[in-house]
């Protein structure tokens, strides 16, 4: 527990959920604009498991900018984009954002799209990137966006999947110390799908100008400066917003459909609900727009609600050092930041003691949030100690577009539990169930799964694939949706998120989670990180296998190390663990977006043959992982 905690209203406002979802959801929608409010909240008969405000219409556009304007909120900053590998900043107000937004949507309306048509953005971290989204959703086109500097043969899958009239695209993206050229990349893609684009806008970037192709590619500023301002298309509450691709177990990427309706009823009362922020706050969320957490919280969220984003291009350790966040914390007057434990543990790994934290004012941050995945407690407890503010997990997924579970500071905040994403938001019945579809007693681990239907801005279905869309998240649990997270809920109710249920390592017939063991490896005050993973066995079935990633500074003997793991598993866990192999490693394979690859990490363990996920952020590590297994087999 972090910072002070008032009395909750959380037990009142969930029940009276679970009383009256209708009345719940009515109240939220009232803080949107609509251009036909929806005299029907939820028709179970629609779509796979019904649809919400499915007689309502609006546009998200002009909820996230032209009504701040007309309320007078103008001249206050939307966007504070900050970016430190550049060495620029800009404040973009309401009033500068909605000029901009209405001429990009008038660029592309003159190059014919319109209502319907899909428009892939595959941008850096710069502001272009939220406009180019919020143009899109100004006429009624359905955008998805790329994670910039993904690889060609995933972009054209994209492509090919989405048909684009139009792609969005920048000349360059910049990382520390490097360049990625995004041209070359945009073109290799569109020559390998089948579908090709009618037009691409390319944002040049002065670091590395690109060659337009003629006929095909227009300068993305010069475009805007020529274009008159379009107007708003009210689109049905159920049209798609975006499309945003996920990698598949098949290896086709599956398409997350969001819906205006839904998506901005909820996320703008998450807004209040969840984060406690209102018009005028400032709201960091240290994520990428290719990651839906950049969707909900970087662009539409705090604009919903009338705050100031912060946009930023830069890393948590590098650009320049370990005190970065909290630099633009001090400098824009942050009130909320929001980012992933993997930042956290990066940041803890070069500055172990905190000492950049104190050379900055934080007076005005109010709470962390985390998510991407669970936060290990010795690291919730390392900075929440250094911040002295509520620190607060929660769990949410690409699927849902916004937490499943947290804490809530318009309720006023519970206590926390380090290690636990709280307590399930209202709009989720969420249930623990064992193999047979059957629930479990609080406090045993089995799959958490959400009771049908689900709340508005979760995923209606698949893009163009409602079969797919059953089989992946709705047959397994009849009447569930199938989060794939394996975890519990305590007898009070909060939520423990262990690992992805293919992480439910089997050892001699016992189920046994690796996130428990990652939690014991974490508290030794060596370690920054860490990741188990359960590899073949041939006495035990499956063994479990630790690699670890130790703090800078760290001189210790690593065969030292490795016992002291080795021990604390056995301590805290028991000998059934059968934990026995603990290794030092330079770095852990992530995404781009945090995620260790603990898959990949097993398969090479394995000596299976794996692909190397499009996600990634360094293949490198993948080698140099595979060579500390070796070594330790010889």
Not at 85 to 100: C, E, K
Not at 150 to 161: G, K, M, S, V
Not at 388 to 405: A, L, R
Not at 555 to 567: G, N, Q, V, Y
């Amino acid at each position: 527990m972090a910072g002070s905690v008032t009395a909750s209203r959380y037990d009142a406002a969930y029940s009276g959920w679970k009383a009256d979802p209708d009345a719940f959801w009515t109240r939220a929608a009232r803080a949107i604009d609509w251009t036909t409010p929806p005299a029907t909240i939820f028709d179970p008969s629609l779509g796979v498991y019904g649809r919400w405000f499915p007689d309502g219409e609006l546009n998200t556009c002009w909820n996230a900018v032209d009504r701040h304007v007309g309320a007078g909120r103008g001249a206050q900053a939307a966007i504070i984009w900050d970016s430190p590998i550049t060495g620029r900043s800009a404040t973009i107000t309401y009033a500068q954002l909605l000029d901009r937004v209405s001429r990009v949507a008038g660029a592309l309306a003159a190059r014919g799209v319109a209502k319907g048509d899909r428009v892939i953005i595959y941008m850096p971290m710069v502001p272009e990137a939220a406009i180019a989204m919020l143009a899109c959703a100004r006429l009624g086109a359905v955008h998805s966006v790329v994670f910039g500097g993904f690889a060609a043969a995933e972009l054209a899958a994209r492509i090919a999947d989405a048909k684009p009239k139009a792609i969005v695209s920048a000349s360059c993206g910049l990382e520390p110390g490097r360049i990625v050229k995004y041209k070359p990349l945009l073109d290799a893609a569109i020559a390998l799908s089948p579908h090709k684009p009618g037009f691409c806008l390319i944002l040049q970037r002065p670091e590395s100008p690109c060659e337009l192709t003629p006929g095909r590619d227009v300068d993305f500023l010069e475009a805007e400066a020529e274009a008159p301002n379009e107007p708003c298309t009210p689109v049905a509450a159920t049209d798609p917003l975006y499309i945003l691709y996920t990698s598949g177990t098949t290896g086709a990427p599956k398409g997350i459909v969001r819906d205006n309706g839904g998506h901005a009823v909820a996320v703008m009362n998450s807004m209040g609900m969840l984060y406690g922020l209102r018009a005028g706050d400032v709201m960091w969320t240290a994520s990428d727009v290719g990651w839906v957490v950049g969707h909900s919280y970087i662009v539409y969220g705090p604009l919903f609600a009338g705050c100031t984003s912060v946009l930023y291009e830069g890393k948590p350790v590098g650009t320049p050092d370990a005190g970065a966040f909290w630099r633009v914390c001090a400098q824009h007057g942050v009130k909320v930041l929001f980012t992933a434990p993997t930042a956290l543990r990066a940041i803890k790994k070069e500055d172990p003691e905190g000492r950049f934290v104190g050379q900055y004012d934080l007076s005005k941050l109010e709470a962390l949030f985390l998510a991407g995945e669970r936060c290990d407690p010795p690291t919730a407890e390392w900075i929440s100690a250094l911040l002295n503010k509520p620190v607060i997990d929660h769990w949410w997924q690409t699927e849902t577009g916004w937490s499943i579970s947290g804490n809530f500071r318009g309720f006023g905040l519970f206590d926390s539990r380090f290690g636990s994403g709280g307590k399930p938001a209202p709009g989720y019945d969420l249930r623990v169930l064992d193999e047979g579809g059957q629930e479990v007693p609080r406090g045993q681990i089995g799959t958490l799964a959400v009771k049908l239907p689900l709340p508005p801005s979760n995923l209606p279905t698949l893009w163009n694939a409602d079969d797919r869309f059953r089989s992946a998240y709705l047959e397994t649990f009849p009447g569930y949706y199938n989060t794939s997270d394996a975890g519990m809920v305590d007898e009070d109710g909060y939520v423990w998120v262990m690992s992805r249920t293919d992480d439910i390592i089997n050892v001699a017939g016992h189920r046994l989670s690796t996130g428990a063991m990652e939690e014991v490896l974490a508290a030794h005050p060596d370690v920054a990180e860490c990741a188990v993973v359960g590899v073949k066995d041939s006495l035990k079935g499956q063994a479990p296998i630790g690699l670890v990633v130790l703090k800078a500074g760290v001189a210790r003997s690593e065969p030292d190390i490795a016992k002291e793991l080795i021990a604390l598993v056995r301590e805290r866990i028991g000998p059934v663990a059968a934990f026995k192999d603990a290794r030092v490693v330079a770095r852990l394979p992530k995404t781009r977006s945090g995620k260790i690859l603990r898959g990949t990490i097993r398969r090479i363990a394995d000596g299976e043959s794996y692909a190397v996920p499009p996600t990634i952020d360094d293949p490198v590590i993948l080698d140099e992982i595979g060579e500390v297994l070796r070594a330790a087999e010889k």
